[in-house]
């Protein structure tokens, strides 16, 4: 698996469209209320998905470093737990995503 593949997987796809929900519900009511602004639903949910991909990697560097996540776990393997990504890289992963969320 190439890396950028690993960093995909790692950032949980399957996880946004949770995210994704409260913005749209809320853009609904604005919506109906003749209060929605475009640009303002734009920012909320690049802002929404920056928030749970970091928290993703997150879990899967916490999880990783304490040992949740080992050899007896049921599910997908977790980028760290299975060595595709270092304890390093996965942190400054963190890092870049949790700098480029308030460029939105």
């Known amino acids: ?3 950028v593949n690993v960093w995909i997987s790692a ?3 399957r996880t946004l469209p949770l995210s994704i929900a409260g913005i ?3 853009s609904a009511v604005a919506v109906k209320t003749s209060v929605f602004s475009f640009p303002i639903f734009v920012l909320a949910l690049a802002t ?3 928030f749970q991909v970091l928290s993703n990697f997150a879990n899967d560097y916490g999880d990783g470093i304490k040992g949740t996540d080992n050899q ?3 599910g997908p393997k977790r980028a760290l737990q299975s060595g595709l ?3 390093k890289e996965l942190k400054h992963g963190m890092i870049v995503t949790a700098v480029i969320i308030p460029c939105f």
């Open 48 to 50: 929404t998905l920056g």
């Open 11 to 13: 950032a949980r796809p």
């Open 85 to 87: 990504l270092t304890a």
């Open 24 to 26: 749209l519900a809320g």
């Open 1 to 3: 698996m190439n890396k």
């Open 72 to 74: 007896d776990r049921v």
